[in-house]
């Protein structure tokens, strides 16, 4: 369920929680991995003092937490749905690394999924206090095969192609220069914080009713979290929306203004600052190299 507050109710915005059947599903695999939780083994080696490899059952053992994280592709544009909000359950990752000895010397955390495919992230990103996890269960159910049954990673803030590996069996403590991950030499930014986002949900129709609309969506900022969001019908003036509550910066707030629309062509635009106060960049970029960014625009038709 949801934490209190979080779902606003509005008719048509996307639930606080994606479902799981819901969440977007963005990776190389042409065939989905079957990895048996019996077989699976997840070794960690490289600038650390001491190799370590650990079973399932293993992993199970060790003090889980849970928490609500959005993950973003990379390739969503400005109000794509590339985007969905979670709750994972799992063990800590730093707390594994801190196991194995990390050497100071480490700045890259190249993990490599049973398929082959690699994802290079910040050690900083995971040492730094945010709640990076390897993950066993997604809104309270063990993980979909699609999305990394047994075992995948989640570090708030980042891109999923730079933090999120499924099916993920081998953690190598490395640097920039010595590896590359599977993504970079493809052209995608070697570093992706997730970029401050907003997007309009409601009213799905292009076609409103004149009088007091419900404007609502969703905007996010993981591991800074939204201070605020703002909407601009036309050229006027930019009016404060309503937040939903959030458990954490980690997650995706629900947003909500009211607009006494009149009839005609009208253009609605949202904003949002992050938990820094940093606005949201209007200058319009493509997804590549380093995620999309823009402020969300549709137009409507009041009768």
């Not at 570090?155 to 640097?175: E, F, I």
């Amino acid at each position: 369920a949801a934490p209190a507050g979080a779902d606003l109710g509005i008719r048509d915005l996307p639930p606080f929680i994606t479902p799981n059947d819901e969440f977007y599903r963005i990776d190389t695999a042409l065939l989905v991995p079957q990895v048996s939780p019996d077989r699976w083994r997840l070794r960690v080696h490289g600038l650390v003092d001491r190799e370590i490899e650990i079973g399932f059952a293993d992993l199970l053992r060790r003090p889980f937490i849970e928490r609500d994280v959005t993950l973003s592709c990379v390739s969503n544009e400005v109000g794509g749905g590339l985007v969905g909000n979670a709750v994972w359950r799992g063990a800590r990752l730093a707390d594994l690394l801190e196991e194995a000895g990390l050497q100071p010397s480490a700045t890259q955390l190249l993990s490599t999924s049973v398929d082959g495919w690699t994802c290079g992230t910040p050690v900083s990103a995971v040492m730094d206090g945010r709640d990076a996890l390897l993950a066993v269960a997604m809104n309270g159910e063990p993980l979909p095969v699609s999305h990394g049954f047994p075992v995948r990673m989640v570090v708030p803030g980042l891109y999923g192609y730079v933090s999120a590996t499924k099916w993920v069996v081998d953690l190598k403590l490395t640097t920039w220069e010595d590896d590359v991950a599977y993504w970079v030499p493809r052209g995608w930014a070697r570093e992706a914080p997730v970029k401050t986002m907003s997007r309009i949900d409601v009213p799905r129709q292009r076609d409103v009713p004149a009088g007091t609309v419900a404007i609502a969506g969703v905007a996010w900022a993981p591991h800074r979290g939204i201070s605020a969001v703002e909407v601009q019908v036309d050229d006027g003036p930019w009016l404060p929306a309503r937040l939903g509550a959030v458990p954490s910066e980690d997650s995706w707030v629900q947003w909500v203004a009211e607009w006494d629309a009149a009839a005609g062509e009208h253009a609605v635009t949202v904003r949002a600052y992050d938990g820094e106060g940093v606005l949201q960049p209007e200058d319009v970029a493509p997804p590549a190299p380093d995620g999309a960014q823009g402020w969300h625009r549709r137009d409507y038709r009041v009768r």
